[in-house]
T-cell receptor, first 112, second 109 residues
Framework: IAGITQAPTSQILAAGRRMTLRCTQDMRHNAMYWYRQDLGLGLRLIHYSNTAGTTGKGEVPDGYSVSRANTDDFPLTLASAVPSQTSVYFC???????????FGDGTRLSIL | GQNIDQPTEMTATEGAIVQINCTYQ??????LFWYQQHAGEAPTFLSY??LDGLEEKGRFSSFLSRSKGYSYLLLKELQMKDSASYLCAVEDSNYQLIWGAGTKLIIKP
């Protein structure tokens, strides 16, 4: 079934540790996105990539990095996790702008 | 700054009609999306408006007025499975989505 796969589904992590959240899509979409979703707040864009080989910063990029080596994969790395990064992280993709974004099932991350 | 406003929570009765409003102030406008998100799940696309007027899709309709910075999602013949959060998102001048916090819709029998 075509779609977006995120891994892990959930993770508990000690503060200061490095963590990479994985995201893979098989729809050959050009654009990919990473959001965080916190209670009472809307989805907030962390980083995005309009096409393979390019990335850009969203609303809340500090403490996160991404890479887009190919069309399918868009990993998100927390270099040194802090408790404020406790959140649900969603990866999404779209064929192009003005098109709906398709979301993965999310990664629930707790930083202690 | 950019801002999307939606009611936090609404309650409606099974079989009835409910309208969820969304007002926005963004740097540019390239379209408005509505998504549905069940608790613990990913958002799923419902509708897209870029021109003024009403878009109908089965039991769901979405309306847009660009001059008023206003949209609504209309849900008819409510079913228990419609209990979810409904997210309004505007595509700004940089083609990035700005999201509202969502409206939690509770359906009562």
């Amino acid at each position: 079934i075509a779609g977006i796969t995120q891994a892990p589904t959930s993770q508990i992590l000690a503060a200061g540790r490095r963590m990479t959240l994985r995201c893979t899509q098989d729809m050959r979409h050009n654009a990919m996105y990473w959001y965080r979703q916190d209670l009472g707040l809307g989805l907030r864009l962390i980083h995005y990539s309009n096409t393979a080989g390019t990335t850009g910063k969203g609303e809340v990029p500090d403490g996160y990095s991404v890479s887009r080596a190919n069309t399918d994969d868009f990993p998100l790395t927390l270099a040194s996790a802090v408790p404020s990064q406790t959140s649900v992280y969603f990866c999404a993709s779209s064929d192009r702008v003005n098109q709906p974004q398709h979301f993965g099932d999310g990664t629930r991350l707790s930083i202690l | 700054g950019q801002n999307i406003d939606q009611p936090t929570e609404m309650t409606a009765t099974e079989g009835a009609i409910v309208q969820i409003n969304c007002t926005y102030q963004t740097s540019g406008f390239n379209g408005l999306f509505w998504y549905q998100q069940h608790a613990g799940e990913a958002p799923t696309f419902l509708s897209y408006n870029v021109l003024d007027g009403l878009e109908e899709k089965g039991r769901f309709s979405s309306f847009l007025s660009r001059s008023k910075g206003y949209s609504y999602l209309l849900l008819k013949e409510l079913q228990m499975k419609d209990s979810a959060s409904y997210l309004c998102a505007v595509e700004d001048s940089n083609y990035q989505l700005i999201w509202g916090a969502g409206t939690k819709l509770i359906i009562k029998p």
